[in-house]
């Protein structure tokens, strides 16, 4: 949901594992798979979550949602404050991430204008009344950038073949 979103410029909530159902999803990975609005605004995505989420005796994970009632979530959804939110922005991951090679190469090339749209909406987002954190640093980006991706991947395609097997066998 994350990738094809910000691909597409709109907007999607990735709910917490078990408070929308997974039964007929191709799941890539049980652990972290959820299905999950996508839609033009906040607002439209809230509403489509309040729609989607809920117990489901065919995802026996939906039991432990926390409540009876699915909320409203659009009515938490305000254009006009956002007082007392703290947001923290990451500039070194920023600052990392162009040393990257490979196959990321042709995607930095947006860098600049995809940092001057983020700016921009960090900008609105304190005229709501928002707090932002800048330098909130990721401490291991460094780390992280220079760890082996496909060990990053193996649990998760060691779960899409159990997963699609088990799918494909349903």
């Not at 999607?12 to 890539?28: A, C, E, M, Q």
């Not at 005796?57 to 979530?73: A, G, K």
């Not at 700016?119 to 780390?143: H, M, P, Q, V, Y």
Request: proline share 6%.
């Amino acid at each position: 949901m994350v990738s094809p979103a910000e691909k597409s410029n709109v907007v999607t909530i990735k709910p917490t594992v078990g408070l929308v159902s997974r039964d007929g999803i191709i799941p890539i990975s049980h652990r972290q798979d959820t299905a999950g609005p996508i839609a033009r605004t906040v607002t439209d995505a809230a509403h489509i979550l309040s729609a989607i989420s809920g117990r489901d005796p065919h995802d026996r994970l939906t039991d432990n949602i926390p409540f009876e009632d699915v909320p409203n979530y659009a009515s938490a959804c305000s254009t006009t404050s956002l007082s007392g939110f703290r947001i923290g922005v990451p500039r070194n991951a920023f600052e990392e991430v162009p040393k990257l090679q490979g196959e990321l190469a042709s995607a930095l090339s947006a860098l600049p204008a995809v940092t001057e749209a983020f700016d921009a909406a960090l900008r609105r987002l304190e005229l709501a009344g928002a707090t932002i954190l800048e330098n909130a640093n990721f401490s291991g980006i460094e780390k992280y950038l220079a760890s082996d991706p496909s060990l990053r991947e193996i649990a998760i395609l060691t779960d899409f073949r159990i997963e699609i097997e088990r799918y494909l066998g349903d």
